[in-house]
Structure formats: structure tokens, C-alpha cells
């Protein structure tokens, strides 16, 4: 199956710095790739769709303008969390899609942010 | 896609037989039941997947009602690692998207 390979694995920043995350598709070229967001001990909350060219899509209540993110090739997407605060301290997850109909996600092994 | 309905939490003696079960009474007939885990502080890895037959693969069975609003994935041998939370989705081949409920916590004990 496909490989997906996010980085950093773990981040500690401070208040008001901004923190980027990887997520790379390494044998696939993936058009769609999705973030989730992980608070402890709740499940999986979509943040993002993110399209490889064009602008990502975004679920309701997340702001486009603190997460940033960027697909400019089939094989990279980053989320960049700007201006990061306490509550933004979360398990970062992305997911490419590797397959068409039924099957086919594959999930990077997560980013835990910690801001100070 | 349809909405999921698993127990909270489940414990397991390793070497026996784990049995999860999830319940989508409003899965429609163009919606997969798919299985995936979460390790502690991993991403989530893919189990298994079905429509309306039963599924074997190496890691797990699948075991969907006839009517569809029910299933069971079952772990023959549970291992101690094994122990992580286990998610069923039901989603529609024209999705993109996993919606992720709360999910059942197995944990595997010696």
C-alpha cells in the first residue's frame, strides 16, 4: 500500500510563533489529501480538504487564515498553524486518498503540537 | 453517511477471540461499513472493509448482517498489541471524506 510520511512527528513552540507540518505521499501521487485534528481522547475531527492546485476546502468552524495549508504537488501538502496558541495543542493527522471508490486512505503516523 | 453506534470500551483476554460490534441502522445500500484502529499516538491504520458480504483478511473478519444495520469485527487471536481504539465507518462509494465517531477502546489483557 501506499506510504505517507509526516513530519516533525512531535513539535513544542511558543505562543504567537507559527509551526509547519508535512505530510508526504511517497510512492503516490495524490490529488486529495485530508487533515484531521485529534484533541485527547476524542476521535478524529476533519479540518481540511486540501487539493493539489487549487485552494482547500475547510469544515465550518476552522479558520482558513490560521491554517494554512498548501498542496502544490501531487506528493507534498503542508498545514502550517499560524500565530499558534494553548489551545491550538493538538494531534495533527493527515490522510491521502489512494485509491478510487471504495477503498484507499492511507494516514501519516501524526504531529503532536504542544504550545507554550 | 450514516452514523455509527459503538460501545465506549471493551476488554479482551489475549489469545481469545475479540468481538466488536457496531451498529448503522440507517446505512443506506450504497454505503461500505469500513474498519480502522488507532494505536496511542499513531495514525489511524485500515482493517477492513465490506458492503453486504462477509470479509476475511489477515488481520480481521468481517461479519455485516443480513439487513445491514449491524457489524462485527472480530480479531480471532487477540495479541496485546492488539489494545488500541477501533473506529466503523459507513461511507458512501461517492464520498471522499472518513467521518470518525467515538470508536470502541479494546484493550487486550494477559
Known amino acids: 500500500g501506499a506510504v505517507v510520511s509526516q513530519h516533525p512527528s512531535w513539535v513544542i513552540c511558543k505562543s504567537g510563533t507559527s509551526v509547519k507540518i508535512e505530510c508526504r505521499s511517497l510512492?503516490?501521487?495524490?490529488?486529495?489529501m485530508f487533515w484531521y485534528r485529534q484533541f485527547p481522547k476524542q476521535s478524529l475531527m476533519l479540518m481540511a480538504t486540501?487539493?493539489?492546485?487549487?485552494?482547500?476546502?475547510?469544515e465550518q468552524g476552522v479558520e482558513k487564515d490560521k491554517f494554512l495549508i498548501n498542496h502544490a504537488s501531487l506528493t507534498l501538502s503542508t498545514l502550517t498553524v499560524t500565530s499558534a496558541h494553548p489551545e491550538d495543542s493538538s494531534f495533527y493527522i493527515c490522510?491521502?486518498?489512494?485509491?478510487?471508490?471504495?477503498?484507499?486512505?492511507?494516514f501519516g503516523s501524526g504531529t503532536r503540537l504542544t504550545v507554550v | 453517511d450514516a452514523k455509527t453506534t459503538q460501545p465506549t470500551s471493551m476488554d479482551c483476554a489475549e489469545g481469545r477471540a475479540a468481538n466488536l460490534p457496531c451498529n448503522h441502522s440507517?446505512?443506506?445500500?450504497?454505503?461500505?461499513v469500513y474498519w480502522y484502529r488507532q494505536i496511542h499516538s499513531q495514525g489511524p491504520q485500515y482493517i477492513i472493509h465490506?458492503?453486504?458480504n462477509n470479509e476475511t483478511n489477515e488481520m480481521a473478519s468481517l461479519i455485516i448482517t443480513e439487513d445491514r444495520k449491524s457489524s462485527t469485527l472480530i480479531l480471532p487471536h487477540a495479541t496485546l498489541r492488539d489494545t488500541a481504539v477501533y473506529y466503523c465507518?459507513?461511507?458512501?462509494?461517492?464520498?471522499?471524506?472518513?467521518?470518525f465517531g467515538g470508536g470502541t477502546r479494546l484493550m487486550v489483557k494477559p
Open positions: 440507517t446505512i443506506s445500500g450504497n454505503e461500505y
Open positions: 486540501s487539493n493539489e492546485g487549487s485552494k482547500a476546502t475547510y
Open positions: 490522510s491521502v486518498v489512494t485509491g478510487t471508490g471504495n477503498y484507499g486512505y492511507t
Open positions: 465507518i459507513v461511507r458512501s462509494n461517492a464520498g471522499n471524506m472518513l467521518t
Open positions: 465490506g458492503l453486504k
Open positions: 510512492d503516490f501521487q495524490a490529488t486529495t
